[in-house]
């Protein structure tokens, strides 16, 4: 079973608008979120978290949301740009887990178009 | 050059031959983990590694093989590969179990 869901294979925004990612996951023991940036033939980059404690976390353009009644979290990233073109990765981590690792969601890839 | 390598960055091989992917990082960072990218699936973790001498499994570690005599190395051994083993290879690093990962490049695996 899925616990880190990403329903959208991918996404196309015009450069300048604002790009929403977003991310559903199952397990409430998840306490830390992250979204990593991939592009391609590159390893996937840390680009911003949320701890469960918050409900938005700000860097830049990125800016993540976090709702946890609806276990949902989203990234927007405003405004896009054309480098902003990758695939986004949002993970989370169990606290206190046993094996201490990120489950990774399928990834969405975004496209910017100039 | 400081970060985490990966090699070979491309390795084409035959069912059931062995092949070692090499991973180095130069951060003396505790953590080590090997993740694989595969289409519909994202990325999963087949091992980690706490420090030098202390492997556990991930979710997806059949097949694998893991070592870490040093700190700073951990490959990833497939003893006899599958086709099902064709995949992109990530390895990951981290000073602490609760920080953020920092990914090599990755290796593309084939297994014809």
């Known amino acids: 079973d899925q616990q880190v869901k990403q329903n959208s294979p991918s996404l196309s925004v015009q450069e300048g608008r604002i790009s929403i990612l977003n991310c559903d996951y199952t397990?409430?023991?998840?306490?830390?979120f992250l979204w990593y940036k991939k592009y391609p033939a590159e390893g996937p980059t840390f680009l911003i978290s949320?701890?469960?404690?918050?409900d938005k976390n700000e860097d830049g353009r990125f800016t993540v949301f976090l709702n946890k009644s609806a276990k949902h979290l989203s990234l927007h990233i405003v405004p896009s740009q054309p480098g902003d073109s990758a695939v986004y990765f949002c993970a989370a981590r169990v606290n206190g887990g046993s094996q201490g690792n990120l489950i990774f969601g399928k990834g969405t890839k975004l496209s910017v178009k100039p | 050059d400081a970060g985490i390598t990966q090699s070979p960055r491309y390795k084409i091989t035959e069912t059931g031959r062995q092949v070692t992917l090499m991973c180095h990082q130069t951060w003396s960072h505790s953590y080590m983990f090997w993740y694989r990218q595969d289409l519909g699936h994202g990325l999963r973790l087949i091992y980690y590694s706490a420090a030098a001498d202390i492997t556990d499994k991930g979710e997806v570690p059949d097949g694998y093989v893991v070592s870490r005599s040093k700190t700073e190395n951990f490959p990833l051994t497939l003893e006899s590969a599958t086709r099902s083993q064709t995949s992109v290879y990530f390895c990951?690093?981290?000073?602490?179990?609760?920080?953020?990962?920092?990914f090599g490049s990755g290796t593309q695996l084939s297994v014809l």
């Open positions: 397990n409430s023991m998840f306490d830390y």
């Open positions: 949320i701890s469960s404690i918050k």
């Open positions: 990951a690093s981290s000073s602490d179990l609760n920080e953020k990962l920092f």
